[in-house]
C-alpha cells in the first residue's frame, strides 16, 4: 500500500470518526432542546422538516419522517397541543389538511432562544471558510443528507415499527 493511500485511508477513518461524532452531539443536542420545551425528540425534528420544506399535509410528512401514518397523527396532535403547529385545510382540497409552524408564541420563541447560540457559533464557524471551500461543503452535506434520507427510508421499509 502506498503512503498516499495509506494516508487516503486514514483520511477517510478521521472523517468518519467526525461525522459520526457530529450527528451524535447534534442528536444530543436536540433532545436536550426537546425536553426543555417538553416536547419529544421526534416531535423537534419533524419540526424542523416544517421550517425546512413548508407546510405538509399529514401524508406527506409521514412519507419524510418514516414514521406510520398513526404514530404521524399521535405526533401533529402532541404538536399542535403543545402549540407548534396547526392544522388548516388545503385550499385546493378541503378534504385535504395540511400541518404548518404555528405563529411565533412563547414556546416557538424559547426554542429559538435555544438554538440561537449554537447558530450565532455555527455562523462564525462558517465565515472562516472562503466560498469555495463553503461550496465544497454545502456539496458534501447535500450528499450526504441524501444517502441519510436513501437509507433511512430502505429501513423504515424492510423493518417497519410496530405502531
Known sequence: MSSETRHTADLHRELAREVRLMTSYSALF??????????HHTDME??????????MSAGELSERTGLS???TTRLIDRLEAAGFVR???D????RRVIIEPAAPGEKIAQGMRLFGRMGRRHSDLWGSYSPEQLEV???FLRRSNEIMNEENTR???????ND
Do not use: W
Open 87 to 89: 392544522r388548516t385545510t
Open 69 to 71: 401514518t398513526g404514530a
Open 137 to 139: 461543503i454545502i456539496d
Open 46 to 55: 419533524t419540526m424542523d422538516f416544517l421550517n425546512l420544506f413548508g407546510p
Open 30 to 39: 436536540s433532545q436536550a432542546v426537546a425536553e426543555r420545551l417538553g416536547i
Open 91 to 94: 385550499p385546493r382540497d378541503r
Open 155 to 161: 429501513l423504515r421499509k424492510e423493518h417497519p415499527a
